[in-house]
């Protein structure tokens, strides 16, 4: 009932779409979206972020989510992040309804900056990272979210163990940013 709730009050324009990015976790992304032509994000949830990017941009923006439905067969997030993408007419953001591994399979782009913020278990971080990284370019950012812990954090999460165990050992990327919990990697 509070989703409904929530979504009636976003159509009369009361409420904005939530998102679990912190304001200053957003601005460091969007500072790293600036200039780069193609931007994907892993989990949309209700397109705040997603708009914000397409917004710092003139490239394009690919928000994948699967809009998971919810008791009465309706996904509010989906509906409320495409009607918050026309209310912003952010026309560089591509609302792609898939899981991470069919848009991953169907991409065949070069990434200036991927976001992974979706399964937040740490199976489902390390599956998005090896599908997603080999598309990103040399010199290219990458952004993961819930990877330390913060004043927002709800709790120990997946996230966070793979930023601690699999990040440090890596050779191919350097820390460049961390906010909050949101670190910001460059490909090497």
């Given at each position: 009932?509070?989703?409904?709730?929530?979504?009636?009050?976003?159509?009369i324009g009361v409420?904005?779409?939530h998102s679990q990015v912190t304001n200053d976790e957003l601005s460091e992304l969007v500072a790293h979206a600036k200039y780069a032509d193609m931007v994907v994000e892993i989990g949309c949830y209700e397109g705040k972020t997603s708009v914000e990017l397409a917004g710092s941009t003139t490239g394009t923006v690919y928000s994948v989510d699967t809009f998971p439905a919810g008791r009465l067969g309706?996904?509010?997030?989906e509906l409320i992040a495409k009607l918050?993408?026309?209310r912003r007419k952010a026309r560089n953001l591509r609302l792609v309804k898939a899981d991470s591994a069919e848009a991953a399979r169907a991409f065949d782009g070069v990434l200036d900056m991927l976001f992974i913020d979706a399964d937040h278990s740490y199976e489902g971080v390390r599956r998005d990272w090896e599908r997603w990284f080999p598309k990103v370019r040399l010199g290219g950012v990458v952004a993961l979210?819930?990877?330390k812990q913060a004043a927002s954090s709800q709790g120990r999460k997946g996230s966070?163990?793979?930023y601690e165990?699999?990040?440090g050992s890596m050779s191919t990327?350097?820390?460049i940013a961390s906010v909050g919990s949101l670190v910001v990697l460059r490909k090497l």
């Amino acid at each position: 009932m509070r989703t409904l709730v929530h979504f009636c009050r976003f159509l009369i324009g009361v409420d904005a779409p939530h998102s679990q990015v912190t304001n200053d976790e957003l601005s460091e992304l969007v500072a790293h979206a600036k200039y780069a032509d193609m931007v994907v994000e892993i989990g949309c949830y209700e397109g705040k972020t997603s708009v914000e990017l397409a917004g710092s941009t003139t490239g394009t923006v690919y928000s994948v989510d699967t809009f998971p439905a919810g008791r009465l067969g309706i996904c509010y997030g989906e509906l409320i992040a495409k009607l918050h993408r026309r209310r912003r007419k952010a026309r560089n953001l591509r609302l792609v309804k898939a899981d991470s591994a069919e848009a991953a399979r169907a991409f065949d782009g070069v990434l200036d900056m991927l976001f992974i913020d979706a399964d937040h278990s740490y199976e489902g971080v390390r599956r998005d990272w090896e599908r997603w990284f080999p598309k990103v370019r040399l010199g290219g950012v990458v952004a993961l979210h819930d990877c330390k812990q913060a004043a927002s954090s709800q709790g120990r999460k997946g996230s966070m163990e793979f930023y601690e165990k699999d990040i440090g050992s890596m050779s191919t990327v350097e820390e460049i940013a961390s906010v909050g919990s949101l670190v910001v990697l460059r490909k090497l």
